[in-house]
């Protein structure tokens, strides 16, 4: 019995405090969400907040299941945090295996505002968290050794209807997350795939994505589907650096992603399509725009843990309505297209990057100053590989190589100034290395075509030069040698005629069969053929060739002198002295030739006195090897050509065209020149028109260190000259003064010596050496020539006259007598007796032979003056007569002699009395009295 009761004793025990426990446990449950509410609160303020309140909290510990109802936080009377409703549910059971795993964590109508400054603090729902305290890094092997006792996991979790008020120095904004889902993710489980789910509203821009993360694996992993909507980037300016001063444009997207990092080995895999609509960065002055920016492809981007980088992309890239805008300079263009593979490769102190790219851009454009560069359609093919080494931060070497590049321009054109360049296919396909640091940045080869270049200055509405087709294969070495090899140029047509459109000058083709130009040290010509030259030149009353004065002006030339601009230029600017190797430039050249049928040459006259046309054509033109670094070394060069239908020029000899003084040896020929079609260009030089003749001419000519001898036998047939009424005062004037200067024969003195000259059949022949010093600076050749042939004039008639006339052959020129008249030749007087009118015996066989003379020079007129000397004055002085009488009686006699010598002529000699002129008597202070002779 006593143990029946001892044993009721002890259950009652239990039942107490069975019961005092379940009441216990009762009134813990009972106040347990409002000691957690408190605790919460209480928690908060003492992390920062200034206030903190709950409105209510639901707990039930056997479930593990926990809500929050309207938790809000406050700092300085600001609202930092609003919980609208918080969910949890605990899983106990995992607890005992040292996981806690939350079974569904769910918040709802959150408003959470996140301040951040660097290196100082950052604020999330009003409670700072300092920054700029130091932290030990954790290594992966201190965290192999010092494990996380407890796993943290949720199965479920959920946020929706959130905004996120960010504020950082660059940014503020509010970010609305509409959904956001994670699920199972425990990091007892590290390999577990979790499923993340966001929609995310920021501005009027939409961000969605579903992926797949391993967030606890030792390979932290994300892969999945992003799509982007209108996302604003403007709100991102402020992560920029200050100087930008424009970031905008609404970026668009669906990208396939997935992003490995391993202990600090990135490793980020995109597909997919991304855009940029009405992007704009801008600077001070600086900015890009662009309607829209598109990428489509694959990309691949890893980094190692030591820094290095691989990006790999495949796929294409599209630019729309795009300008770069700088100070007095714009790039546009209406698309760009970009199709292709790059690979860049980073490692260490070596950079390397290959890419395969095929690059379209359509309507492009690029300005700056008074240069408009156009460009309809540009098309770009090939391989592009980079390198770059860095030993130290100043040694840096790098390169560029494009191999089997194509390049192809449709339509360009360029404006420069009055200047208008249009070409309508350029084209370039070879290779190119760029090596900035080496001895030669740049090696280029390949080859070049271009289609209808044309060259045209707007302003004045002329053409300069169009080209229908060029090729050649083109080796380019920087700084200065370029090679051009089968260079090739068809069709080309040079400036206008002064009376059209139509080309001055018109070439069916040029080939060079090797061209080389090293700066400014050397060019060496290959073999330089010129194919059907057809050309029209104009000479005017100045002597300039007007076509050539038009293209000078077409091409920008200012009527400012050269020497003025030099100087205005070396005022502004110091001269630079001219280097030894730019004054020694050396040239070379194998061959030059003119070949084709067709090549003509219509050369005229405009302005002159009369005009003149005439019809060239080029038969043969050929100038051998040249070398200025071997002066010594002779250059053939030979020439054949007509001119109209019968006229045959010819030239061939050699010459030294880089000896410092000058030196040659060709001989010269002319066939039948008809001298009349030239008659505007020799009037000037001759007083006179030409009025009909044909030249012959046969020249030697030998220059030898500057010294001019020539040898030239001239032959003229039929030649008349026609005197120039309207000059002949001022022509006869200055051969007045030509004949007191140097005794020359001019003008008329010209003419009648070339009646004189004039064989029975009207043909002229003369042999005219010309001599004269090159170097001489009063030398000039014009008028070395004019001398020669009127000297060579003079010379033949006085032969002429001496062998008709002889013995009576002395000849005078007539400043020597008292006439002083300019176109005169004076003959041997007829001699008369001392003071009477009887001629001395011999007169009459002179007196013969000047009829003969007459009679075979029909165009000579005779001049008969008769005078009186000396000795016949003293002659009627003896006889007593003296003043009046003796000045009439002499008078008388002069006159007397004068008239008998005509009438012999006439009656006796049958020369018509038109042909003779007779003078006023005078004085002459001669030894022979008598009549003076003068044509």
Same mark, same amino acid.
């Given at each position: ?42 928690? !908060? ?146 390999? @577990? ?21 391993? +967030? ?38 669906? @990208? ?24 704009? !960065? ?54 760009l297209k970009w199709l292709g593979q790059v690979n860049i490769e980073q490692q260490s102190k070596k950079l390397q990057v290959e890419s395969r790219n095929q690059l ?18 540009l098309f770009w093919k090939g391989p592009l590989t980079y390198q770059e080494t860095t030993a130290t931060p100043s040694q840096k070497k790098s390169k560029i190589m ?42 280029? *080869? ?45 069709? +080309? ?11 001055? !000058? =018109? ?15 050397? /060019? ?61 430039? %050396? ?111 046969? *020249? ?29 005062? *001022? ?24 009646? @004189? ?20 600076? *009063? ?30 052959? %002395? ?49 000579? /007129? ?33 006159? /007397?002699?004068?008239? =008998? ?35």
């Amino acid at each position: 019995m006593k143990a029946i009761l001892l044993r009721w004793k002890s259950l009652k025990t239990r039942y107490k405090s069975f019961i005092i426990t379940a009441l216990v446990l009762a009134v813990f449950l009972f106040f347990l969400p409002l000691m957690l509410k408190k605790t919460i609160e209480y928690a !908060l303020v003492q992390q920062g907040a200034e206030s903190a309140q709950v409105e209510k909290v639901i707990i039930n510990p056997f479930s593990g299941r926990l809500e929050l109802f309207n938790l809000s936080v406050s700092t300085n009377q600001q609202q930092q945090l609003n919980l609208g409703h918080l969910k949890v549910n605990l899983g106990w059971l995992d607890l005992l295996q040292r996981h806690i795993n939350l079974q569904t964590l769910e918040l709802f109508d959150t408003t959470l505002f996140l301040t951040y400054q660097p290196n100082e603090y950052i604020r999330v729902g009003g409670i700072s968290f300092p920054l700029n305290t130091k932290q030990s890094v954790t290594t992966p092997e201190e965290a192999a050794k010092k494990p996380f006792f407890w796993g943290l996991g949720f199965q479920n979790l959920v946020l929706k209807n959130a905004t996120l008020n960010l504020k950082t120095p660059e940014l503020n904004k509010v970010i609305q997350f509409e959904d956001v889902s994670v699920s199972r993710t425990a990091n007892w489980k590290p390999e @577990l795939y979790s499923q993340l789910g966001f929609r995310i509203q920021d501005d009027k821009g939409l961000l969605t994505g579903n992926l797949d993360t391993k +967030i606890f694996s030792d390979t932290q992993v994300i892969k999945g589907q992003i799509q982007i909507s209108d996302f604003d980037l403007h709100s991102y300016q402020g992560y920029l650096p200050k100087t930008w001063e424009m970031f905008s444009g609404l970026a668009s997207g669906e @990208l396939e992603v997935k992003v490995k990092n391993h202990y600090g080995a990135v490793d980020i895999q995109q597909s997919g399509q991304i855009g940029v609509r009405n992007l704009t !960065l801008q600077q001070q002055d600086f900015q890009i725009q662009s309607n829209a920016v598109d990428w489509n492809g694959q990309l691949t981007f890893s980094i190692d843990k030591n820094d290095g980088y691989t990006l790999q992309a495949n796929g294409e890239w599209q630019l729309n309505q795009f300008a770069l805008t700088q100070p007095q300079q714009l790039i546009h263009l209406e698309d760009l297209k970009w199709l292709g593979q790059v690979n860049i490769e980073q490692q260490s102190k070596k950079l390397q990057v290959e890419s395969r790219n095929q690059l379209m851009v359509s309507e492009s454009g690029f300005k700056q100053d008074h240069l408009d560069t156009k460009i309809k359609t540009l098309f770009w093919k090939g391989p592009l590989t980079y390198q770059e080494t860095t030993a130290t931060p100043s040694q840096k070497k790098s390169k560029i190589m494009l191999q089997g590049t194509q390049l192809a321009l449709e339509k360009t054109s360029v404006a420069l100034d009055d200047l208008r360049v249009s070409n309508d296919l350029l084209q370039w396909q070879g290779g190119v290395n760029i090596e900035p640091n080496a001895e030669k940045p740049m090696d280029m *080869s390949g080859q070049l075509g271009s289609s209808k270049l044309i060259v045209r200055n707007a302003t004045l509405n002329k053409r300069v030069l169009q080209l229908a087709q060029m090729k050649s294969n083109v080796q380019f070495q920087s700084p200065k040698t370029i090679q051009f090899k089968q260079l090739s140029l068809d069709d +080309i047509a040079v400036g206008q005629k002064v009376d059209s459109a139509a080309p001055f !000058l =018109q070439v069916a083709g040029i080939q060079l069969s090797d061209l080389m130009m090293d700066g400014n040290s050397k /060019t060496e010509l290959g073999k330089v053929t010129v194919h059907n030259v057809d050309a029209h030149l104009t000479l005017n009353a100045q002597h300039e060739l007007e076509e050539v004065q038009a293209l000078i002006k077409s091409l920008g030339e200012t009527s400012e002198s050269p020497s003025s601009k030099m100087k205005s230029e070396s005022t502004q600017n110091p001269v630079e002295p001219v280097s030894s190797e730019t004054k020694n430039a %050396a040239i070379k050249l194998e061959q030059f030739s003119v070949t084709g049928q067709k090549n003509h040459i219509v050369f005229e006259t405009h302005g002159l006195d009369s005009k003149m046309k005439q019809n060239i054509h080029l038969k043969r033109v050929e100038l051998g090897s040249l070398n200025s670094e071997k002066p010594l070394l002779k250059t053939p060069v030979k020439l054949e050509a007509t001119v109209g239908k019968y006229t045959k020029i010819g030239l061939e000899g050699s010459l030294h065209p880089f000896t410092q003084k000058t030196n040659m040896d060709v001989r010269f020929n002319v066939d039948e020149l008809d001298l009349y079609a030239f008659s505007p260009l020799i009037k000037d030089a001759l007083g006179y028109r030409i009025q009909s003749g044909a030249l012959t001419l046969e *020249s030697d000519i030998q220059i030898q260190e500057d010294m001019l001898k020539s040898k030239n036998h001239l032959a003229l047939k039929g030649f008349e000259l026609e005197n120039s009424t309207e000059e002949s005062t *001022s022509t006869d004037a200055s051969n007045s003064q030509d004949i007191q200067a140097d005794g020359s024969l001019t003008g008329g003195t010209a003419s009648l010596a070339l009646n @004189l000259l004039r064989d029975n059949e009207g043909k002229i022949e003369l042999d005219i050496p010309i001599e004269g010093d090159l170097s001489d600076p *009063s030398f000039r050749l014009d008028q070395v020539i004019q001398k020669a042939v009127l000297n060579a004039l003079q010379s033949g008639s006085k032969t002429m006259l001496a062998m008709t006339l002889q013995p009576y052959g %002395a000849i005078y020129l007539a400043a020597e007598y008292a006439f002083k008249q300019a176109n005169t030749v004076t003959l041997q007087p007829i001699s008369y007796e001392v003071g009477q009118n009887k001629i001395k015996p011999g007169m009459a066989q002179y007196l013969q032979k000047i009829v003969t003379l007459l009679e075979d020079k029909k165009k000579i /007129t005779l001049k008969v003056c008769g005078f009186y000397n000396q000795q016949d004055r003293n002659y009627w002085i003896q006889k007593g007569l003296k003043d009046q009488a003796l000045q009439d009686t002499l008078y008388s006699l002069a006159q /007397t002699r004068q008239n =008998q010598v005509k009438d012999w002529l006439v009656e006796q000699g049958g020369i018509h009395s038109s042909r003779l002129t007779t003078c006023h008597p005078s004085f002459e202070d001669l030894p022979e009295t008598g009549v003076l002779l003068s044509m």
